[in-house]
């Protein structure tokens, strides 16, 4: 969950994406466009339109991390007047430290956490009750609040160190309930110690005890410009994307980032992916996302916000629960915001009877024979054939 600088909100759900799937087609017919040459990957690179975190492939760097290299964070320990703290600090710490490696595993080496804990803990100034955690938190109960961590802490370490900062309460803090994300607001005067400014921040809450070290790599993700891909209303919140990204259900079966959100974060190259920009057709061969090297997406770019992005998953890595394994195919659009579903998973096989642990969504993966066509678009995708790391499909648009 991250925040906006006017207020942390939720937006209303978006429409589902149309489409139409048929299983076990034959091979399009070849048509005037389908000899399309090799199109540079930057032609299928959607830009963002919500002025927020999106799916657009670049993000301002004047309000987002960049999402490469080594990320040193200070990890900050906070009680309260009315919940003072219990136990050793290195409890909580081990808690959340598996997220380092976790996410040098997801980004293929490209980027870590260097976590340093503040082995002590910090009294905050008010009592838990009155951040506003409980009331659903407003940016600027949330600045406060870390502003006021910030400034316990100074005595006892150098800011200007770090690149951001997470704030980790007290078990007795029940009022500090859920995880937010500290987005900073360069229109205001924001927070500064050491003589520098601080942009990011995590402040968990006792939700870390539930979901566990993922929520601090999906939080770290708002800072580098995700959105959340849950839908922020209805009653099924994880019927856009549902376990397979991180930034949906974080404890979901397969919750490794998907290629394109690897693509925007520079975790992939361009050379790793294919585009087909306008009408025509190509045969491309899938590496799994799970396993380094290799093209990892085939995008057909529909619009000036949308495409269909096409990939290969497998149960390995940090996907080993995944339910099911093939080619995942879904719809991004950049002009759509967090919460309302800029990515829709399309499910290859929505007449499958989910395991144990798994829901209807998880099983969208599509086997080798099966297509997926939307005519609106004229997008079609065959699974030509499987390999154990590996899809050949053949991609069209009419």
């Known amino acids: 969950m991250s925040g906006t600088p006017q207020r942390l909100r939720a937006f209303a759900a978006g429409a589902a994406a149309t489409a139409f799937l048929s299983l076990g087609a034959s091979a399009p017919a070849a048509t005037a466009a389908a000899a399309h040459h090799a199109a540079p990957a930057t032609d299928c690179a959607l830009p963002g339109r919500t002025g927020w975190t999106d799916e657009g492939h670049t993000t301002d760097p004047t309000q987002f991390q960049r999402p490469l290299g080594t990320k040193h964070v200070l990890m900050l320990f906070v009680d309260f007047p009315d919940a003072q703290s219990s136990g050793a600090t290195s409890d909580y710490y ?26 002590r803990w910090i009294r905050m100034p008010q009592d838990s009750t009155s951040y506003g955690f409980q009331r659903g938190i407003t940016f600027e109960q949330h600045e406060a609040y870390v502003r006021q961590a910030v400034a316990a ?59 566990g070290f993922k929520v601090a790599d999906h939080e770290t993700g708002h800072t580098f410009g995700l959105p959340d891909l849950y839908a922020f209303t209805g009653t099924d919140y994880h019927r856009f994307v549902g376990g397979w990204d991180l930034m949906g259900d974080i404890a979901g079966a397969a919750p490794q980032h ?93 007449g499958a009877t989910p395991p144990s642990g798994c829901r209807a969504l998880d099983m969208a993966a599509f086997h080798s024979g099966q297509t997926f066509t939307d005519p609106a678009t004229g997008v079609r995708i065959d699974v030509d054939s499987s390999t154990p790391l590996q899809d050949r499909i053949s991609i069209t648009r009419q």
């Open 94 to 119: 081990r808690q959340l430290a598996p997220a380092s490696d976790w996410m040098k595993r997801d980004s293929y080496g490209r980027t870590s956490l260097d976590i340093t804990p503040l082995d």
């Open 153 to 211: 802490a100074d005595p006892y370490a150098d800011f200007s160190r770090y690149d951001m900062v997470y704030v980790v309460p007290a078990k007795s803090a029940a009022a500090i309930s859920f995880s937010p994300t500290y987005l900073y607001d360069p229109t205001t005067a924001g927070i500064t110690a050491d003589g520098k400014r601080l942009k990011w921040a995590v402040t968990f809450g006792q939700d870390m005890w539930h979901w």
């Open 258 to 350: 998907l290629g394109w959100e690897r693509w925007k974060l520079g975790w992939i190259d361009d050379r790793q992916v294919s585009c087909l920009p306008s009408a025509g057709s190509r045969t491309v061969r899938l590496k799994a996302v799970e396993s380094p090297g290799g093209t990892k997406i085939a995008v057909i770019r529909t619009g000036e916000t949308t495409a269909y992005v096409a990939e290969s998953r497998r149960a390995l890595g940090e996907d080993s629960r995944a339910c099911s394994a093939g080619v995942l195919v879904y719809k991004v659009d950049t002009s759509t915001q967090t919460g309302d579903g800029p990515v829709q998973v399309v499910n290859g096989n929505p």
